[in-house]
């Protein structure tokens, strides 16, 4: 992989100038392009103000895709996102009005602001990239990418995501606080104007499906597949939990350990690609015990302790 054209180069702009907006998450930008690559969505969960949205947006500039952005409400419907037939008296007919959901990258923003009855509208468009309004299907242009953002489930006002759209994303990812250098940068670098404001692309959206394809060729041993098998179904044995992660849960590891191999110049996957992501697979696919829940068990102790207990491959390179 050393043309200057390679698939690795191109991600490699791609976060370096997300970068420029979002200080000090180096390894959450490549996670993040990571799931881009692997053809999934993202959900990005945190405290407010530490730049969810940012990320979100930074990523949509630097790919040079068409953009749109949902601010999800209590009273949001299903049709403001994915459209409406409205009925045109001139032409005698209805017209699709499209929703935001027609974009290439669509940012959710605050998510679990809006009922169930919506989020459910965005199910069949990231499972299998189309809308069905009144019986008409309209299918998405490629690359798509829904990345959506949420406040801890604590925060009041807000309505918890059912499983079935939990399972849809394929990582579930956490920015966190920056640290004192990284906030002082943070501050600096806003001085004036906001380097969003001055973000440009550094890719299109020929370049996303070219990365999309490229990651498709990564090697996968077979110890490595099985490994990935192993940490899935030992969820739904751990103790703590009452739904174990499911099927789609290893497709997207599977994806997402080739997309993130690709990102680190790598045409083959070591368990330690596996072991970085399994966090963001598989904690938000996990129903825990209600016992669990009142000990203060967390769904990503499940998967350090499974981790832990897994026994972890020797690959061969091939």
């Known amino acids: 992989m050393q043309d200057a054209a390679s698939p690795t180069l191109v991600a490699r702009r791609i976060i370096e100038n997300v970068a420029n907006v979002i200080v000090g998450k180096t390894s959450v930008v490549e996670q993040a392009v990571a799931a881009l690559i692997a053809e999934g969505h993202l959900l990005v969960e945190d405290v407010p103000g530490v730049g969810k949205t940012m990320l979100a947006k930074s990523i949509a500039t630097s ?9 999800f409400t ?19 007919e209805f017209e699709f009005r499209e929703g935001p959901i027609m974009a290439q990258v669509v940012l959710a923003d605050e998510i679990n602001r809006a009922t169930p009855k919506t989020q459910s509208a965005l199910l069949e468009a990231m499972e299998e ?31 918890p995501l059912p499983e079935a759209q939990l399972d849809r994303f394929l990582m579930r990812i956490s920015l966190g606080y920056p640290d004192f250098n990284e906030e002082m940068s943070i501050i600096e670098r806003q001085e004036q104007t906001h380097p969003i404001d001055s973000l440009g692309a550094v890719a299109g959206p020929d ?6 394809q490229a990651a498709k060729s990564v090697f996968v041993d077979q110890l490595v597949r099985q490994y990935v098998v192993s940490l899935t179904e030992a969820t739904r044995r ?29 045409d083959y996957v070591i368990p330690d ?42 690959a061969a390179r091939r």
């Not at 209590?74 to 005698?92: A, C, R």
């Not at 299907?137 to 604590?154: D, G, K």
């Open 63 to 71: 790919i040079g895709c068409t953009f749109k952005r949902i601010q």
């Open 74 to 92: 209590p009273d949001l419907l299903p049709s403001d996102v994915t459209g409406i037939s409205i009925y045109n008296q001139q032409k005698g």
């Open 129 to 159: 990239h189309q809308v069905t309004v009144d019986g008409v299907t309209h299918f998405l242009e490629s690359p798509f990418l829904v990345m959506a953002t949420q406040n801890p489930i604590e925060y009041e006002g807000t309505f």
């Open 207 to 212: 370049d996303i499906r070219h990365l999309q």
């Open 238 to 266: 751990h103790g703590e939990v009452t739904l174990g992660a499911s099927p789609r849960a290893s497709l997207g590891m599977f994806r997402a350990a080739r997309a993130l191999a690709l990102v680190q110049d790598r």
């Open 273 to 314: 690609d596996v072991k970085s992501l399994a966090s963001s697979v598989m904690s938000h696919r996990l129903v825990l015990s209600p016992s669990a829940r009142m000990r203060g068990v967390q769904s990503t102790d499940v998967v350090a302790d499974l981790l832990r207990t897994v026994p972890v491959p020797g």
